[in-house]
């Protein structure tokens, strides 16, 4: 167990569990006593107490006033952030929209390129089939003429 004395506090216990301080009396000696009495004494204690209790309300209040003014700032720094991811956000969103319509364009123009070579070799596939098809009409009429012939 660590005893740290601390501007008229004691803290008792080991250091991670300093939270809870305890005003303490300040010890003078009993010659300072013996030359000023008890009464002047505790007189001068309880003084310093008071003193030490206003400068701990006083450095609260500082500390409760700059903590509100970086709540502040940091609100402020949050929403200014916030904004700048927001443009930029909204800027991809339009990059993206932008790119997108492109490869939109560019698969439509592929498709309607595709469709067309689709149907001209069909067409070209059509002919050359009718070709064969007369070309084999023609042989089996030829075939059967002559063979009714013979």
């Known amino acids: ?3 740290t004395l601390c501007r008229a506090y004691v803290i008792v216990g080991p250091v991670a569990t300093w939270i809870a301080r305890m005003p303490v009396t300040a ?17 001068l204690v309880e003084w ?4 030490d209790a206003t400068y701990r309300a006083d450095l609260r209040e500082l500390n409760e006033l700059n903590f509100a003014r970086f709540d502040a700032r940091l609100e402020q720094r949050v929403a200014e952030l916030d904004a700048k991811l927001e443009q930029r956000m909204t ?11 492109g490869l ?21 596939q ?7 098809s007369f070309l084999f009409w ?9 063979s009714r012939l013979i």
């Open 1 to 3: 167990m660590t005893v």
């Open 91 to 101: 800027r991809l969103e339009a990059g993206l929209e932008q790119r997108f319509a």
């Open 138 to 146: 023609i042989g089996m009429v030829v075939t059967v003429f002559v």
């Open 27 to 43: 010890r003078l000696s009993r010659k300072f006593y013996e030359t000023f009495g008890d009464e002047v004494t505790n007189e």
């Open 104 to 124: 939109e364009a560019g698969f439509e123009r592929l498709r309607v390129e595709f469709r067309a070579e689709l149907r001209a070799e069909l067409a070209a």
């Open 48 to 51: 310093l107490n008071m003193v």
């Open 126 to 132: 059509r002919a050359e089939m009718i070709k064969w």
